[in-house]
């Protein structure tokens, strides 16, 4: 919390203080300061994280973001609400620290069973991650229940396939799944760092200590992955055939 | 963040303590050993639990007093008759095979990994697996949406402004153009194929339209919306004029036309008493 | 309330500038800057607006409610977003003059129907073109809505009035209509030929079949037509009456 303790306002509008970018036009510090107001009442009106470019869409054009949404979450740092950012998208959640005042708002959640943790944990340090990898490094079979409990959470989800015989599907984490646990992209997995330090992400005993790396941009597809297809998918049961229209 | 979060008191402690914990009562009650092997998550996981109980870094435990803990444990298991599955039985096997590389010091003619090489296997697979779990205890133990952090509750939903973005291709505007005039213009084609007036039906419109006229008028104004169509004009007139000449033989109609190619003109039939 | 001290927000240090009541004791400064934040927090996570019963109920005891809330409600003053009072319950809103930003959204796309497709397709043939000749040469009836819908998709536009009985208003498309269907200018809509060679038309039409070509300037009036009039729009009830001035 705040430690020298004053009334945490917000910051100063840069209309009034001034900002080393806009300081010199009184117009663009106008024009900064309402974007931001914008920016804010979407953001805050909606309970998901709202994508940058979603976002751009409903603001005047040539809207510096970045600048926009840093000025924003400064505003917000030290209240009782913050903004954060999901992988790329912006949503206001209440501070973490108030977490103690909040517990008469959460919702009783369906514990995860020992093993769907330990396998999102798996999936979501070592993405693009196969079924297959995913016994090997939990040395024990996966049972269908465990993956489909996890799909249900919506926080893994089918990436695409290995490009290796028989093609398998490869999982990984889903924007829900940062927005959940409070990350504002892969890279912010507790320990991370450390744990690929250690070769520990690594699928093999690492000879040579080539660790792979969650991906930071979690959608695109490693070099050795394909995207689904629909016919996938229909492989996989989560499509319904094609009827052939001739 | 998860520095709070991980401090918050009445929270899940991490499940390695958790485990721990667990695995201290299972030691406890090692001698009258119940274990039901449900309780693991596979050999590997047992694997662990036991080298928990070395109390030591995984990086310094000994592979083999490990091997040989899992072992005994497999045998006290089977001992009491305990179904066990199939891969606690390979693993089994592979560190009993560990244990001898681990024993009998290297043959030259052996081209296989070394002892040592599959201890340090087993090691990192450990130490994965160790990993995994804290990994996973630290997650579970971050601020989390709906348990710590919370989106406004309170979501101003959108006005659905029923503004609809519209879309059409060029080919389907095309397409429709094309199917509705054709659609026309094959209904009009039928209407024409029996575009011949019977005389019935010439005789039945003059009835109801002149029957009951006092005064004189023209063929053509009774006609008028038979005519309008093109290329029906000659069988209108030509069955309705057959069509009076009969009404007038029978008396139900007086017709009369001024000069040749004069309108003709048609009324019904008029009481005798009234005519002038 | 503490006018001096709230009604301007914003100021760069809220602490140093000092509030009337709370100025003099730092300790007592904390908690206000504490309480409000927890306020705050409770408010944007409420799923319903909070009553200050409520809000005094999940707050440390003692708190003075009025002081932090109208607090709270002057630091969201001038934002996108404020903190409105109904009824003696708390809620954040969108400020009013950026609800325009809560209705932009949804923007669904959306095809066309079959009968707008029709009648668009016959006021781009044959604009000028007047409610009735529409039906005449569809065979059908126009519902309202279709021709509703069609105004509003902005590609087509009352163009002006036929100089005949009843001076029925005339349809016709618009430049949106050309930029959508990517057309140059309406010349570019095939005429009977090509719509045969197409396959789009039977090649056994009847002889007396013709498909017009629209004009060359869409926007200049056919001689059978007069310009739309103030009055003409007033009637058609898209324009309030005038109230004249003397």
């Known amino acids: ?246 | 963040m998860a520095q709070t979060g991980e401090q918050r008191s009445g929270k899940p402690i991490p499940m390695d303590q958790l485990w721990s914990a667990e695995a201290e009562t299972r030691t406890a009650s090692d001698p009258a050993l119940t274990v039901d092997v449900d309780g693991f998550e596979g050999p590997l996981d047992l694997l662990l639990h036991l080298a928990r109980t070395q109390k030591v870094d995984l990086a310094r435990i000994s592979v083999l007093a490990l091997a040989e803990q899992y072992l005994g444990f497999i045998e006290r298991l089977r001992a009491m008759r305990l179904e066990l599955a199939a891969d606690y039985l390979v693993m089994a096997a592979w560190l009993a095979y560990l244990k001898s590389k681990l024993l009998i010091p290297k043959q030259p003619q052996d081209d296989g990994q070394s002892g040592e090489e599959m201890a340090a296997v087993l090691q990192f697979r450990l130490k994965r697996l160790e990993a995994m779990r804290d990994a996973a205890a630290r997650l579970v133990n971050r601020n989390r949406l709906g348990r710590d952090v919370f989106a406004r509750g309170m979501p101003e939903t959108v006005a659905v402004d029923r503004r609809q973005d519209y879309t059409a291709s060029l080919y389907d505007l095309l397409t429709a153009y094309a199917a509705q005039r054709q659609r026309r213009a094959v209904t009009n084609v039928r209407i024409e194929k029996r575009g011949v007036w019977s005389l019935k039906e010439a005789r039945d419109i003059l009835v109801r339209l002149v029957g009951a006229l006092d005064d004189w008028t023209a063929l053509d104004r009774f006609l008028l919306r038979y005519l309008a169509e093109e290329g029906r004009r000659s069988t209108v007139l030509a069955s309705s004029f057959a069509a009076s000449l009969e009404l007038v033989r029978e008396g139900a109609i007086e017709i009369r036309q001024d000069q040749p190619f004069a309108p003709l003109y048609m009324r019904g039939r008029q009481n005798p008493a009234e005519v002038d």
Chains 1, 3 share one sequence.
Not at chain 1, 66 to 80: C, H, I, K, S, T
Not at chain 1, 114 to 127: D, G, K, N, S, T
């Open chain 1, 1 to 246: 919390m705040s430690e020298s303790g004053n009334v945490v306002p917000f910051r100063p509008d840069e209309a009034e203080a001034g900002d080393d970018r806009h300081g010199d036009n009184p117009a663009e510090r106008l024009h900064l300061a309402e974007t931001k107001r914008m920016a804010e009442a979407i953001v805050f009106a909606s309970a998901e994280p709202v994508s940058e470019k979603a976002l751009a869409g409903r603001l005047p054009e040539g809207v510096d973001m970045p600048a926009v949404m840093a000025a924003l979450r400064a505003d917000y740092e030290r209240r009782g609400v913050n903004l954060v950012c999901v992988n790329g998208a912006w949503a206001f959640r209440t501070a973490g620290d108030l977490a103690f005042l909040m517990t008469r708002q959460a919702v009783e959640q369906k514990k995860l069973s020992r093993a769907a943790l330990e396998m999102l944990a798996v999936i979501a340090y070592h993405q693009p991650v196969t079924r297959a990898e995913i016994e090997e490094i939990r040395g024990v079979e996966t049972s269908k229940g465990t993956l489909d409990t996890l799909m249900e959470t919506g926080w893994v989800r089918m990436r695409g396939r290995r490009r290796s015989p028989g093609r398998p599907v490869t999982y990984g984490t889903t924007d829900a799944f940062l927005d959940h646990f409070g990350l504002e992209e892969l890279r912010d997995l507790p320990g991370l760092d450390e744990l690929k330090g250690a070769g520990l992400l690594s699928a093999r005993m690492p000879a040579n200590f080539a660790v792979p790396q969650p991906p930071a941009n979690p959608d695109a597809l490693a070099e050795d992955e394909d995207p689904l297809t629909d016919l996938d998918l229909e492989d996989l049961g989560l499509l319904t055939p094609r009827v052939d229209d001739d």
